[in-house]
């Protein structure tokens, strides 16, 4: 099976932009959950769609949304970026519940924001 | 709310010494515990997992954990450190049985291994 992919894995920006972040789970997953990684706040949990429906979300501004797809691809946006959006955002998928089953991380989108 | 806290950002071993990594977790309910890895320029691999079973957990490439709760700890071990296990290191909680929660990351600790 092909692992979690995403596109695309390195993007700049400026502020003000606005951006989407794709994610593709590993075939038959139907849960993706998003975290963004940073040196100063590490790894923070953003959210979880599971059927085309956010199940979870963490405690991030509303200039962060996400989207499911019958397929179980999943976006990220992010509008009006700041500088300190800069960061690694991580997918990660799962059959089920993570508790239960293993989540697979994808390589991730490096964001600069300028 | 639930925390992890990872003692130390650095830690360096010899290659064929402990490695040894600390996590310490606060929770008020019986947590799930995770051990990931991340290599650099590469996603999260998971490790190992406790979920309330078994309280020592063996993972994968030799490492293992012991979740302890009268200390409210899940140390990461492993008897002989390889120059291939330089990476860095990740404990996670979330709430256990009866909750989809979310990951909660500690801040990570990168693993050198000297020759």
């Known amino acids: 099976k092909a692992g979690v992919t995403q596109t695309p894995r390195y993007l700049i920006k400026t502020r003000g932009q606005q951006v989407t972040l794709s994610c593709s789970p590993i075939?038959?997953?139907?849960?993706v959950s998003w975290y963004q990684q940073t040196p100063g706040q590490g790894l923070q949990f953003l959210f979880e769609?599971?059927?085309?429906?956010?199940?979870n979300k963490g405690n991030f501004p509303g200039r962060f949304s996400g989207r499911q797809f019958s397929n179980s691809r999943s976006e990220m946006n992010v509008s009006t970026l700041e500088l300190g959006d800069s960061a690694l955002y991580l997918c990660?998928?799962?059959?089920?519940?993570?508790?239960?089953?293993?989540?697979?991380f994808g390589p991730g989108t490096r964001l600069t924001v300028l | 709310a639930q925390s992890v806290t990872q003692l130390g950002s650095h830690v360096s071993v010899s290659e064929g010494a402990l490695v040894l990594l600390r996590c310490n977790y606060s929770?008020?309910?019986?947590?799930?515990l995770f051990w990931y890895v991340q290599y650099p320029n590469q996603g999260l691999q998971l490790l190992l997992k406790?979920?309330?079973?078994?309280?020592l957990v063996k993972g994968i490439n030799g490492f293992e954990a012991e979740f302890k709760k009268s200390e409210t700890s899940f140390h990461l071990t492993k008897p002989s450190a390889h120059m291939s296990d330089a990476a860095e290191y990740f404990c996670?909680?979330?709430?256990?049985?009866?909750?989809?929660?979310?990951?909660?990351f500690g801040k990570g600790t990168k693993l050198s291994v000297k020759p």
């Open positions: 996670a909680v979330t709430p256990g049985i009866g909750s989809q929660g979310n990951l909660i």
């Open positions: 075939s038959g997953h139907r849960s």
């Open positions: 990660a998928s799962t059959e089920g519940s993570f508790l239960y089953n293993e989540q697979f």
């Open positions: 769609y599971f059927s085309e429906t956010q199940r």
């Open positions: 406790y979920t309330s079973a078994a309280t």
């Open positions: 929770s008020s309910v019986p947590p799930y």
